[in-house]
């Protein structure tokens, strides 16, 4: 069996307006895809379970997802995550990553996945003067953002909660099967965190790249050297593509503003 997915990231859909979204819904429900895979950011805190559902009954087919950091704004990471597993108990087609194992898409090729992370291990954190709007949105961060230390050991819990839970689930996808799919958030290595064709810069690295999760990808991809390893992540609008090593590819994908659009049809065998 064989089959393709359409790879959907940051779509931010709080930011549509009602012609926007009916034609986003359209060219959903006209996709050749077997499934979607949907690497966060898909809309602002509270709407984007709403999404989800909308989104699940335009899309009669599975939708694999993963939250970004906008989807968090508002509330917090631990409610957030509670609320989309209860969601995904309730909708069939829709399945949380960083909550659940190995998803097999085919004989030979499975999806994995976790939100991720920037968790202020590259790059200039020290003298960063960047702030998003995480540190003021996101419960968790706002109780550390006047800290910077504090802040920093804060992200790394983070980044270490998504490299744990890849770590325990990669190394049985990667035993089984010879494609390895990963969909994330946050990029995991600098030179897949782009910005308008170029790596993002290093004050804005310590919230752009989570290495945590980018070493359990290089150690795996180097204790199975005959299998491939596919990641899809977005978070920092620039499109671009980084072979890590030689069985170990990422795709970031980039985001217009209100032009949500499939990144592109991943295919699986």
């Known amino acids: 069996m064989s089959g393709t997915a359409a790879w959907w990231t940051d779509p931010h859909f709080e930011l549509l307006s009602q012609a926007e979204r009916r034609q986003v819904f359209?060219?959903?429900n006209r996709s050749p895809a077997d499934c979607a895979i949907v690497t966060g950011d898909i809309s602002h805190g509270s709407t984007t379970l709403g999404w989800l559902r909308q989104?699940?009954?335009?899309?009669?087919?599975?939708?694999?997802?993963v939250l970004g950091n906008h989807d968090f704004y508002g509330t917090s990471i631990a409610a957030q995550r509670l609320a989309a597993r209860e969601l995904c108990g309730e909708l069939e087609n829709l399945v949380y990553l960083s909550s659940s194992g190995v998803v097999s898409l085919s004989s030979a090729t499975v999806l994995v996945g976790h939100d991720g992370w920037g968790d202020m291990r590259e790059g200039d954190w020290q003298h960063t003067w960047i702030r998003p709007p995480d540190l003021n949105e996101i419960?968790?961060?706002?109780?550390?953002?006047?800290?910077?230390?504090?802040?920093?050991?804060?992200?790394?819990?983070?980044g270490d909660e998504a490299a744990e839970h890849l770590g325990r689930v990669l190394p049985q996808a990667l035993a089984g099967w010879e494609q390895v799919i990963v969909a994330t958030h946050v990029p995991h290595f600098r030179e897949a965190s782009w910005y308008e064709g170029e790596n993002s810069g290093e004050v804005w690295l310590p919230f752009f790249c989570c290495r945590a999760v980018g070493d359990v990808l290089r150690a795996e991809a180097e204790r199975y050297p005959g299998r491939q390893l596919s990641v899809l992540c977005g978070h920092c609008h620039g499109t671009g593509e980084a072979q890590i090593c030689e069985n170990l590819r990422v795709l970031t994908g980039g985001a217009e503003p209100c032009s949500p659009q499939v990144q592109r049809l991943i295919e699986f065998v």
């Not at 989104?55 to 997802?65: D, G, K, Q, S, T």
């Not at 550390?144 to 819990?157: E, G, I, K, M, P």
Request: proline share 3%.
């Open 26 to 28: 359209h060219t959903w």
């Open 139 to 158: 419960e968790e961060l706002r109780e550390v953002a006047h800290d910077r230390s504090a802040l920093q050991a804060r992200l790394r819990q983070l």
């Open 55 to 65: 989104l699940a009954e335009a899309f009669a087919r599975p939708i694999y997802f």
